[in-house]
């Protein structure tokens, strides 16, 4: 079985500047996402797909395979499942393989368990294997939306009155710490939920995806 891990990493992005080159103890989130990749015994082939020229510059030397990615799926508004699909693409005209490994580089600190929990979590049960942690807040209690515009209530109503976080249905949020699929999967759908979901809980040290330079510099913290 050959499993494919997939690295995208855009040029353009806005809340951090080149955020994709930022170093963490002299190496960038790039190469921190690919040296996790390489120790997986699991991962045949790797791939980087951007649009950047600078970023596939600064992996000459890495050996992985490097999928130039359309300016049009580089946007801030592109959505990531047509990357994922325009990738897989490219890359099954010249291979055949089983499962998709998607390893966003804003999670550096994900373990090396981690990511084999999601190949070994994807069988003939489920299309799609997603990374998810507790959640801090819970819609049916501490999460509010905006009523009208002064005045506010929480996300969900229940018909069940939750005064305490115990009474409010179990949730999660999803982090970028690894999606496994196959890749026919992701050719013949919208999105990640349109099959049948599955899910490895991370706990929230190894959970951090890095959106904003606060993020940036808990993870210099942490790592």
């Not at 390489?38 to 600064?58: C, E, P, Q, V």
Request: charged share 30%; with cysteine.
């Amino acid at each position: 079985m050959k499993n494919f891990a997939f690295i995208f990493a855009r040029g353009g992005s806005k809340r951090i500047k080149n955020k994709n080159l930022q170093k963490i103890k002299n190496k960038t989130l790039l190469e921190i996402t690919i040296n996790q990749a390489k120790k997986i015994n699991k991962i045949h082939k790797i791939f980087l797909s951007t649009d950047s020229k600078k970023i596939a510059s600064s992996i000459k030397n890495e050996n992985i395979e490097i999928i130039m990615r359309p300016k049009f799926l580089a946007k801030d508004n592109s959505s990531e499942w047509h990357s994922w699909q325009h990738a897989i693409k490219q890359v099954k005209k010249k291979y055949d393989f089983e499962k998709f490994i998607c390893l966003p580089v804003t999670s550096p600190l994900r373990a090396t368990k981690d990511i084999l929990n999601c190949i070994n979590k994807l069988d003939d049960k489920n299309d799609m294997v997603i990374t998810i942690q507790k959640t801090e807040r819970n819609p049916w209690f501490n999460m509010v939306k905006t009523k009208n515009k002064n005045f506010f209530e929480v996300v969900n109503f229940s018909r069940e009155f939750v005064d305490i976080r115990q009474k409010a249905p179990i949730v999660y949020d999803m982090t970028t710490v690894c999606y496994v699929t196959r890749p026919d999967y992701v050719l013949k759908n919208r999105s990640i939920f349109s099959g049948k979901v599955g899910a490895v809980i991370i706990p929230q040290n190894r959970a951090l995806d890095i959106d904003t330079n606060f993020d940036l510099k808990v993870a210099r913290l942490l790592y």
